[in-house]
């Protein structure tokens, strides 16, 4: 390809660059976001609330009051999305925005976004100086399935949670679900009820917030299941964090082992930890086949 493969690598990588920011990840702005990480790991740095000592008497010593800072470590990856083309004029297509492979790439790399993310939600998460303490999400932030889907009494509980942490109620709160979890919410409203009108423009796509929380709608196979009980992850922002090594990198080569094949290689280099248990809920739901 020559000195042409430059311009189709410079173009490539602008366009899924534009394309990633207007249809990309969709839970990256609803996370803290740690950019311009270096090395194969970072550090989220975190700083506990502290009680003020009240005066009692006149020229009393200064009370000295220490924080407590606590640390948490993120493990990042790199994720991948490589496409082998042999048509010239399928590579030539690189260069329009909106063509199937940066499409393709686009979404691919998006997707890895929310999936660390959503994973790092339950997971361990490892706390201290060097990170080596592990921190297991809190049984009393699950909100039990009862043999019920995703329910209003549900995301009653589950900002009761959030704000007897004292969380923030400017801090914007969020709620990852799979399409099942918006429609069980219709079937658990009374046709009467202020709510439905409400939840059923939440499943017609009409609206997006519900009870305080923005829905992000994501597909079954982010969120884990067992046992046809989904877990789903409310969380307010601050609560999990995004760390960014490397944002999109693209190159588009020759492969010679390929019959001079021309290889689009796109990555991104990423990882993901619960920053605080107080700010994260897990909601379990039924998804048991009638």
Not at 3 to 31: E, P, Y
Not at 138 to 155: D, H, M, Q, S, V
Not at 237 to 243: I, K, M, P, Q
Request: aromatic share 6%.
């Amino acid at each position: 390809m020559g000195d042409v493969s430059t311009a189709f690598v410079k173009q490539f990588g602008s366009n899924i660059m534009m394309l990633a920011q207007q249809k990309g990840s969709r839970l990256r702005n609803s996370v803290l976001v740690k950019p311009d990480v270096v090395g194969e790991e970072a550090y989220i740095d975190q700083l506990g609330k502290t009680v003020a000592v009240k005066r009692t008497t006149r020229h009393m010593d200064t009370p000295i009051i220490d924080p407590d800072h606590k640390r948490r470590k993120v493990f990042l990856f790199d994720w991948i999305s490589n496409t082998l083309l042999d048509n010239e004029d399928e590579i030539k297509m690189l260069i329009d925005p909106q063509s199937s492979y940066s499409l393709n790439a686009v979404w691919a790399l998006s997707r890895s976004i929310d999936i660390e993310i959503l994973t790092a939600a339950l997971a361990t998460a490892y706390t201290g100086k060097e990170g080596t303490t592990p921190v297991t999400f809190p049984a009393g932030n699950i909100i039990a399935e009862g043999n019920t889907g995703l329910t209003i009494a549900k995301l009653l509980a589950t900002k009761e949670l959030l704000d007897g942490a004292d969380v923030d109620e400017d801090e914007p709160r969020y709620i990852a679900v799979t399409s099942k979890q918006v429609s069980d919410l219709l079937g658990t409203t009374e046709v009467t009820s202020s709510d439905y009108n409400v939840v059923k423009a939440l499943v017609k796509g009409e609206i997006n917030t519900f009870m305080g929380f923005e829905f992000k709608r994501v597909s079954k196979a982010m969120l884990s299941v067992a046992s046809d009980i989904r877990s789903c992850v409310a969380w307010a922002r601050d609560g999990l964090g995004l760390a960014i090594a490397l944002d999109v990198k693209s190159r588009i080569t020759e492969r010679a082992d390929k019959n001079y094949a021309t290889q689009v290689f796109a990555s991104l280099g990423i990882g993901a930890t619960r920053v605080d248990e107080d700010r994260v809920v897990q909601v379990d739901c039924d998804e048991t086949p009638d």
